[in-house]
């Protein structure tokens, strides 16, 4: 697989933008609650920074990512959001923080733009049997860098201040778009003439989504997930302190078991990656995380939660692994961008609705009570996923 130049130069580029993303965003995060005095108006400003961009843009950049070269596209977002942090930079040095959501909310929009490339790349130049295999890699970095990322950014920070991790931050995004730039050139595209006009390909997409039993399908289960995340994405610190007894440092223990068991279950995938359908993987991955999830909600002993969190964080790869190898698999090359850009916001919209309801409920109903709708909904999105577990006479669906 890693003879293959694509996946090594993408892989390679992903890690120093996601590092320098890591280091940028806790950078950003302490550096402003320094100077608010923890306010949390400015905090919550800063998740608002980082999550709108995919509300604005994914579809948009899904769409452009569709009629652009993506090796050209790529290479330019990550040189823009290299640019976009010197600048932050200078205007932090001379007082004006503020800038540093702009930052934000600029580098997370160009991403938009260079992730549906990325994918585009991967559809063009990786043989289909080894997807999953790159899916797999693909999340097992993205574990590792959930895992030593907030560590990295912190130490930075506190060692070395705001200048030097935006700096780094700066030198990690520029690396990223040369190591890119060593790919060989774009296959010639359409003549921008002789494209159809945008709205009408945006409108395209969606009809190809709507047309495609696979991928209909993946974005119920997906919305289904997404509420199940969001509603107890909160609420792990109370698990913590009204369930287990502990103080909020504990939580620590809580999430770092969760990362280990992805990096351990990303590396297991990467092995069986061939030998198992992606749907049947992701059916699975949101099974064992409905019982789990049940369970962290249910259990007081500090033991057995762990063991939720581990056998979780063992399957979440299952998950995005199923259902990235699914929207490769079903999506022909152009409109990889538009049905990525189009799917995303599904999940992240009905995350960001839990999250908003999901204190609410707790206070109106019970942390065990929320737990179980989670899993719930969670198991819902498995049985979505039926349709594509039987065949039907004179209909093939790629899975």
Known sequence: MFSNRYIRTILLSRVLLQLGVWIRNYAVLLYVTQLTSNNPVYVSLISAAEFAPIFLFAIIGGTLADRWRPKRTMVWSDL??????????VAVMNGGWMALLVGSFVSASLSQFSQPSGMKLYKRNVPEHQLQGVMAISQSLVAGLVILGPIIGTFIFFKFGIAVSLTLTALLFLGSSLILSTLPRDHEEEKLEARSPFMKELSAG???IASNRSLRTLSFTFAASGLAVGLIQPLLIFVTMEKLGQDKSFLQWLVGTNGAAMLVGGAVIMIIAKKVKPQLMLAAGLLVSALCTVGVGASSVIWLTLVFQFMSGLFNPCIHIGIQTMIMRNTEAEFIGRVSGAIAPVFMGMLVLGMLTSGFLKDSL?????????????????ALL??????????TTQV
Do not use: D, H, N, Q
Not at 386 to 395: M, Q, Y
């Open 206 to 208: 969606f009809r190809y």
């Open 80 to 89: 823009l959001s290299a640019l976009s942090v010197v600048v932050v930079l």
């Open 366 to 382: 019970s942390l065990w009570v929320v737990y179980s709708v989670s899993g719930a909904l969670m198991v819902v999105g498995a």
């Open 386 to 395: 039926t349709p594509l577990f039987v065949k039907r006479e004179g209909i």
